[in-house]
């Protein structure tokens, strides 16, 4: 058997204004080096080895991934793709083919990479030879790609950390397709919500496990929650359910559907509270400890946010809170500023608020710099990066740590690399949604998230396919007057998602 593999990933946020280049991806071709895998060079690693193992042939094309941001420029896709392509028809006649993608990647004039590539493989292979592809929940998983593909299975931990076991279960589906044994067939069911659904606290941890519990018997190949990527303002947008079976399209569509509508159940229940900047000051004076930690979650650059918003910030400022480290605001400008006038210099300096309509207005602050480095960097899980030239600035009792390249803070050694002793400080603000635990658990005495109570809606978008709770409170109208949810849920209409 001869399998073909190609990946190209990125989780592309709409509104945000720094396009995805050439320079941003990552590349290797034919194979992956074997040091260090990252979570998208895992996936082919493990393809290589199950096929060694089976005594296949491995035609590696392009593998490319780039951090969120915005869209990928338009030639820079059109590049990876034809690349692909052309490499597949070298290769072929090849017995199947597996795709690690992203499933949210938007370049200028493709709303939908992913569809756009599996609609110009398909058409190569011919409509008998499998396609599978692994993607991150964080995605639109669109018609297109259901009528392209054979397979498509995501990840199923937030926090994700099973893109290893992931690309097995595919490696395994496909391969039984390419051999005849079964017959794939995909349901989608569009459960209407956006949100950000935490597989390991309750209620999505049982929700996944019964998911699990349920794949391999009755003719289910493949279950995968699709949580979305709300920041991707493109049609396919939205949590959905998708169901593989074995020829079974009838018993998917109906199981698709049974999953789909106890999710929308759990809407509002699906991440930790999310507080209001005076909720989580108030919170943390009532911690007998310190630090008490708080994620601006809603400025995740490790979503794709710009990571120099000043909303949260700008509240802190405004409450007078002090005894407080806010990191990181992206910021080439300032930091440059801070750097050239040195640790001990007062500056009137603007802050933040400039990339674009996510990250709010600058903020002018009477500062002193405390602190200035040429390389900030974090360490977090074995490996680390680099926030670049940094700076930390001072302005009434609140340390702000001014950072030159944009990354999501993973690590107390953005407060300790600029001389601030995290162990110290009552209060550290971190941009981050989730991956900023795993260092912090360390160290703090309570973790909260800090969030508007209306996240999305004050998100502009204009292109999503509506209704989408909760953007609109009646999304499921008809499912409660039909008697399949709850009629009424008080709950799901307050709850700040
Ligand atoms: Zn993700």
């Known amino acids: 058997m001869k399998l073909f593999t190609a990946g190209v990933a990125t989780e592309s946020n709409t509104f945000a204004p720094m396009p995805t280049g050439l320079d941003d991806y990552t590349i290797f071709r034919s194979a992956p080096p074997r040091d260090q895998p990252t979570s998208f060079t895992q996936p082919f690693l493990v393809w290589l080895r199950l096929a060694a193992e089976r005594g296949f042939t491995v035609v590696g094309s392009l593998g490319a991934s780039a951090p969120p941001a915005g869209p990928t420029v338009r030639r820079v896709w059109e590049g990876f793709r034809d690349e692909i392509l052309a490499d597949l028809r070298r290769a072929m006649p090849v017995d199947a083919v597996l795709l690690n993608l992203h499933g949210a990647m938007v370049a200028d004039g493709y709303d939908d990479c992913e569809g756009d590539l599996l609609a110009y493989v398909r058409a190569m292979v011919g409509p008998d030879v499998p396609i599978g592809a692994e993607l991150d929940p964080h995605c639109h998983v669109t018609p297109l790609m259901i009528d392209q593909a054979t397979a498509l299975i995501l990840y199923k931990e937030f926090p994700h950390t099973d893109f290893a076991e992931r690309a097995v279960d595919l490696f395994e589906l496909i391969v039984a397709a390419a051999e005849r044994r079964t017959r794939p067939h995909m349901a989608l069911w569009d459960c209407r919500m956006i949100g950000s659904y935490f597989t390991t606290i309750q209620p999505m941890k049982g929700f996944v496990d019964d998911v699990k519990a349920r794949e391999g018997k009755n003719g289910i190949l493949s279950i995968s929650p699709v949580h979305g990527f709300p920041y991707g303002d493109v049609p396919g947008n939205g949590t959905k359910m998708l169901v593989v079976t074995d020829a079974r399209p009838a018993e998917g569509a109906a199981l698709a559907r049974e999953l789909g509508l106890r999710w929308i159940g759990l809407r509002g229940r699906t991440h930790p509270p999310m507080l209001t900047v005076a909720q989580a000051v108030a919170r943390a004076a009532s911690v007998p400890g310190r630090p008490v930690?708080?994620?601006?979650?809603?400025?995740?650059?490790?979503?794709?946010?710009?990571?120099?918003?000043?909303?949260?910030?700008?509240?802190?400022?405004?409450?007078?809170?002090?005894?407080?480290?806010?990191?990181?605001?992206?910021?080439?400008?300032?930091?440059?500023?801070?750097?050239?006038?040195?640790?001990?210099?007062?500056?009137?300096?603007?802050?933040?608020?400039?990339?674009?309509?996510?990250?709010?207005?600058?903020?002018?602050?009477?500062?002193?710099?405390?602190?200035?480095?040429?390389?900030?960097?974090?360490?977090?899980?074995?490996?680390?990066?680099?926030?670049?030239?940094?700076?930390?600035?001072?302005?009434?009792?609140?340390?702000?740590?001014?950072?030159?390249?944009?990354?999501?803070?993973?690590?107390?050694?953005?407060?300790?690399?600029?001389?601030?002793?995290?162990?110290?400080?009552?209060?550290?603000?971190?941009?981050?949604?989730?991956?900023?635990?795993?260092?912090?658990?360390?160290?703090?005495?309570?973790?909260?998230?800090?969030?508007?109570?209306?996240?999305?809606?004050?998100?502009?978008f204009t292109r999503i396919t509506r209704p989408k709770w909760p953007l609109d409170p009646d999304a499921f109208a008809d499912l409660e007057a039909a008697g399949l949810l709850p009629a009424g849920d008080e709950r799901a209409r307050s709850d700040p998602s």
Do not use: C
């Open 293 to 460: 930690v708080a994620a601006d979650v809603a400025d995740n650059p490790g979503g794709g946010l710009p990571g120099d918003s000043t909303v949260v910030l700008r509240a802190l400022v405004s409450l007078g809170v002090t005894d407080a480290a806010f990191a990181t605001i992206w910021d080439p400008m300032a930091v440059s500023f801070a750097r050239a006038a040195g640790p001990g210099a007062r500056l009137r300096l603007r802050i933040g608020g400039k990339a674009g309509i996510l990250s709010g207005d600058p903020l002018d602050l009477d500062v002193t710099v405390a602190a200035v480095t040429d390389d900030l960097y974090q360490r977090y899980a074995g490996v680390g990066g680099s926030l670049g030239p940094a700076a930390r600035v001072t302005a009434g009792g609140l340390d702000i740590i001014l950072a030159s390249r944009r990354h999501q803070v993973r690590s107390p050694d953005v407060f300790r690399g600029l001389g601030l002793d995290p162990l110290t400080t009552k209060l550290l603000v971190v941009k981050s949604t989730n991956h900023f635990r795993a260092e912090f658990e360390k160290i703090a005495a309570e973790i909260l998230y800090v969030a508007p109570p209306d996240v999305f809606s004050s998100v502009p």
